[in-house]
T-cell receptor, first 117, second 109 residues
């Protein structure tokens, strides 16, 4: 089954304790992305990756790191979490972002609800 | 940077009534996608629009891309309780995908 998986689904942590949220897709997609969703603000892109070893900042990258060592995995790293990073996080993947390369719908993971106290 | 305004933010309709959400941009868009997110769920892709003036239909849903490619709309005919959720437009900006803030649709039985 084609899917994007995220772990953990729920996490409560304390300020300053490093954490990693994993994301994996089994569709051989080139493009992967992380979003955070906050009430009234919609989905905001944190980081994205066009392919292995290629990552770039989205609109809200501060306080986050990512890596793309393998095509299927795109972990999100919070080196020193703070309460303002309490949010719902979604990982997504797509074949591409360019319409010239066909349908590029994004497949989203189930989400990770993070609380930083 | 490119911003998209999605209106309305909330919409309550009686079951069976029509619903429309609009996505407006100050700049010309190369393409736009629409997603639906059910309460407690994750966004799910609905459609992508690329051509100026494009109209696409999916059963009771009609998607339009403006002639100037600065706006788009999603229209649902005769809403049903299964239509409940938040609808997002998501244009592409270079390599990034920018989501509107969404329109939350609530259906009154």
């Amino acid at each position: 089954e084609a899917q994007v998986t995220q772990n953990p689904r729920y996490l409560i942590t304390v300020t300053g304790k490093k954490l990693t949220v994993t994301c994996s897709q089994n569709m051989n997609h080139e493009y992967m992305s992380w979003y955070r969703q906050d009430p009234g603000l919609g989905l905001r892109q944190i980081y994205y990756s066009m392919n292995v070893e290629v990552t770039d900042k989205g609109d809200v990258p501060e306080g986050y790191k990512v890596s793309r060592k393998e095509k299927r995995n795109f972990p999100l790293i919070l080196e020193s979490p703070s309460p303002n990073q309490t949010s719902l996080y979604f990982c997504a993947s797509s074949l591409s972002v360019w319409p010239g390369q066909g349908n590029y719908e994004q497949y989203f993971g189930p989400g990770t609800r993070l609380t930083v106290t | 940077g490119q911003q998209v305004m999605q209106i309305p933010q909330y919409q309550h309709v009686q079951e069976g009534e029509d619903f429309t959400t609009y996505c407006n941009s100050s700049t010309t868009l190369s393409n736009i996608q629409w997603y639906k997110q059910r309460p407690g769920g994750h966004p799910v892709f609905l459609i992508q629009l690329v051509k100026s003036g494009e109209v696409k239909k999916q059963k009771r849903l009609t998607f339009q891309f403006g002639e100037a490619k600065k706006n788009s709309s999603l229209h649902i005919t005769a809403t049903q309780t299964t239509d409940v959720g938040t609808y997002f437009c998501a244009p592409n900006r270079d390599d990034k995908i920018i989501f509107g803030k969404g329109t939350r649709l609530h259906i009154l039985p």
